[in-house]
C-alpha cells in the first residue's frame, strides 16, 4: 500500500532581524575601525601617568573623550550589522593601528621617549583614520555606517590639528 506523503505549511513565524544591509566595506571599514580606535584610546588613556609634556598629557586627554564616543557608537553600528566583536586583525601590523606591542612599550615608558611614541602613534592613527573615513563614504552601502565614517573622519581631522 503505497501512500504519498504531504505536508502543509504552517503560518509564517518571524525569524530574528536580519542584520543590516551591509557591504563588504561596511564590514571591512568597522571591523577594522573598532580595534583601531580600541588601541588608540587604550594609549591615550596611558599619558595622564606616563606623559612628560603638559601639552602631550592636554592632547591625550583631548582624544580620550572623543574617541570614546566615536568608540561606543562603532561598537553600536557594528552590533547592528550582526558583526562578531572580535578583532580579525589582532597581530597585523597596518598603517594607524596602535598593536599590542606598541601598548607594551608604551606601559613601560615614562617621560620625552613617552611623549614622542604616543604622539607618532596617535598621529598615524588619526591619519589614517580619515584615509579609512573616505574610503567608506565613497563605497560604503549602509548610510549609518557612512555617517559614522564622516564623523570618524572630522575626529581624525581635529586629533591631527591637536597633535600637531
Not at 15 to 41: I, K, R, Y
Not at 121 to 136: K, P, Y
Request: with cysteine; glycine share 10%.
Amino acid at each position: 500500500m503505497g501512500g504519498c506523503a504531504t505536508t502543509t505549511a504552517g503560518p509564517a513565524v518571524p525569524g530574528p532581524a536580519a542584520p543590516a544591509a551591509v557591504n563588504p566595506t561596511d564590514v571591512a571599514w568597522l571591523q577594522l575601525v573598532v580595534p583601531m580606535t580600541e588601541n588608540a584610546l587604550a594609549a591615550a588613556r596611558l599619558a595622564p601617568e606616563h606623559a612628560e609634556s603638559p601639552h602631550v598629557r592636554s592632547a591625550a586627554e583631548a582624544c580620550t573623550g572623543p574617541l570614546e564616543q566615536l568608540l561606543g557608537r562603532l561598537r553600536a553600528v557594528r552590533d547592528r550589522a550582526g558583526l562578531p566583536a572580535a578583532d580579525v586583525h589582532s597581530g597585523h601590523r597596518m598603517p594607524g593601528m596602535v598593536t599590542a606591542a606598541d601598548l607594551v612599550a608604551l606601559r613601560s615608558e615614562r617621560g620625552a621617549g613617552f611623549d614622542r611614541r604616543l604622539v607618532a602613534l596617535l598621529r598615524a592613527h588619526a591619519a589614517q583614520l580619515v584615509v579609512l573615513a573616505g574610503g567608506e563614504q565613497a563605497n560604503g552601502a549602509d548610510a549609518e555606517t557612512r555617517e559614522l565614517a564622516r564623523v570618524a573622519g572630522a575626529e581624525g581631522a581635529r586629533e591631527t590639528e591637536l597633535l600637531g
